[in-house]
């Protein structure tokens, strides 16, 4: 199955999707699931199943697509996890290098990336999205895929010149990360490591890699986190970047208003979003370069 978040008007609400349209979940089965979180339960897929042959309810042409999950309580990413990547940035350190990233961040398919007036390196990064469904703590590698809700793909926006030594500091920009279009259940993956993952830049392909080339597989990367940090329904994992990125081209390639990026993962779907220059603060005001 393939479960959205999305907006109808000013109505937000979660839905299954059909080849012909999306059925909205939510209006029928608010009283017993609150959002997108809820449904992608063990309890909650059970239910949206009896729904698959409903008549939908929307075309997809009317809807606005918000991030997968919209609201997790950990949103978790993993860098250099791709060897070309590592080689890239002369990464030598063995363990999973991780990240945050906070929910104001994330924008959804078909809706704008923004790029912060405050930098001139903000680059794209293409990657497996795993979202949680079960509580996890202290689990082991052997029960961790039993713990996975589904997967999506991911536009994880990097603000170079802002991530320093620290990579959080270059992840947390508003609407920088794209996150969709949907959730592709976990039985709709028979394995999540032989996956294509392709990402364009204005229709140039700009990184080609199989998910089987990660170095931290899924199963020990959730087994890690859960060693230290619960996870819950909707928590979010980010996978890791394959090689490509703008940064390490020669010259480098960095996100401009105008751009369009695409993301697409083998039996998952294909994420879009177009770059828009930041025209002033969340709240409207005008904002000066740094």
Known sequence: ???????????????????????DLGLRLSGRFRDVRDIITP???EFAKLYVGVQPDYDVATIEYLPVIDKPERIF????????????????NPAPTLFIRLPHSQTGHNCPIRKPLETAEFDYEGELAVVIGE????????EAYSKVAGYSCYMDGSVRDWQHSWFTAGKNWPQTGGFGPWLVTRDEIEDPHDLS?????????????????????????????????P???????????????????????YLRDGDVVEVEIESVGRLRNIVK???????GSARRRV
Not at 1 to 23: H, S, W
Not at 77 to 92: A, C, L, P
Not at 239 to 250: E, F, L
Request: proline share 4%.
């Open 77 to 92: 990413g993993v860098g250099m996890n791709y060897i070309e990547k590592r080689i890239e940035f002369s990464e030598t």
């Open 135 to 142: 509580p996890a703590y202290r689990i082991s590698s052997r």
């Open 277 to 283: 220059e930041e025209g002033g603060g969340i709240d």
């Open 231 to 253: 996870l819950a329904p909707g928590d979010v994992i980010l996978t890791g970047s394959p090689g490509g990125v703008g940064k390490k081209r020669v010259p480098p390639v």
């Open 1 to 23: 199955m393939k479960i959205l978040n999305f907006r109808v008007g000013q109505t937000k609400t979660f839905g299954l999707l059909r080849d012909d349209g999306v059925v």
């Open 43 to 45: 309890e909650g897929l």
């Open 197 to 229: 993952l392709t990402t364009w830049l204005n229709g140039k392909v700009v990184q080609n890699e199989s998910t089987g080339k990660m170095i931290h597989k899924i199963s020990d990367i959730i087994a890690y986190i859960s060693t230290f940090s």
